[in-house]
């Protein structure tokens, strides 16, 4: 059978991105289909794609044999690919780390970004390109933008949510991470909360986080503590149930505080001991022309600086504010819950062409 698109699923990750973007497709009468990877979490990338009823082949290798027109990547595709098949880049986050930019504009036909800073950049630094960069704004938080508040109240009663209580939302990344360097009675210094933990994927699945595993299952303890699993793969849903975020280089950050939420950015960080003695294997992972957006909140520098903050910012958050809507239209674009509408129409513009 041939299908009109396919996504390319590297890691559980990519659905919050994909899955808006597939369901406009669909209504747009164009056949969508999913290659999963046979990589990560088989199970879980299964699963996922059977709950939501999804078109799906598992195995990376039927990138090259299933017929399509359209290829849509989350993650560089890689150069050695063979394909017929149009190529679509779409990043799976935004922010501070290094997305693969440059490699995407070289291999793919289009490239999608979001705001204002990464268009305005990518078109200046490498204008041979500016044809294949397309804005469009960010197509995970159409799922925000289109929650009403009956569906609100129904994933506050889904997760435990006590409503006399402010919800802090703690959602680290995988490397470089600040989890180790919490204290273990994070949730106690904050009785008075909901203690949302949603940790990165990578952290459950690879061996060498063993000690942030530790550190999750004492945090468990605590009645006021929520840890969620790598089956709850997807984000967005405590974006909508937290008043508060700490997190430290992920990318939820940007999404959060460019729902005007307010922000703590953790700056005091567990690194590995290769990253000590060359600290500049750290700036090339991280994109330092980001370190300006880091206004959007605090940058505690320690655990004890983090628990001001965020006590002052639960009952304040008003700080920062001017910097959060700034950050909302540069880094994330428009949100009005049409930007797989109009990735839909870069496709379709794809496919004709």
Known sequence: MKYDVVFYVAYPYYYPHFLPIGK???????????????????????TIAKDEKLSYSLGDAFLETIETDVILFASVPSETLETQAKTVFLCHGTGTKQCGFEKALERCDIVLVEGDYRYSYYTSEFPQFTQKIKQVGYSK?????????????????????????????????????????????????FKECNILVKPHYLTWERKRYAAQRKKLQIWKQYDNCYIFDASEYNLIPFLIISDVMIS???????????????????????????????????????????????????????????????????????????????????????IDGKVSERIVDVIKELRAN
């Open 24 to 46: 406009a497709l669909s209504i747009a009468g164009l056949k969508v289909h999913y290659v999963l990877s046979e990589k990560q979490n088989t199970l879980l990338m299964e």
């Open 141 to 189: 938080l159409d799922e925000i933008v289109n929650t009403s508040s009956n569906d609100v109240v129904k994933l506050k009663e889904k997760y435990h949510i006590n409503n006399t209580k402010k919800t802090i939302l703690y959602a680290p990344t995988f490397f470089p991470s600040s989890i180790e360097k919490m204290s273990d009675t994070f949730p106690d210094d």
């Open 248 to 334: 430290d280089e992920s990318s939820a950050i940007f999404e959060f505080a460019s729902l005007n939420k307010p922000v703590i950015i953790n700056k005091f960080l567990k690194l590995r001991w290769s990253y000590y003695l060359n600290p500049k294997k750290l700036f090339k992972r991280m994109d330092a022309n980001m370190n300006r957006y880091r206004v959007v909140g605090e940058n505690p520098v320690s655990y004890k600086e983090m628990l001001k903050v965020t006590k002052k910012t639960l009952e304040d958050s008003s700080d920062f504010e001017q910097a959060r809507l700034t950050l909302a239209q540069d880094i994330c674009g428009t």
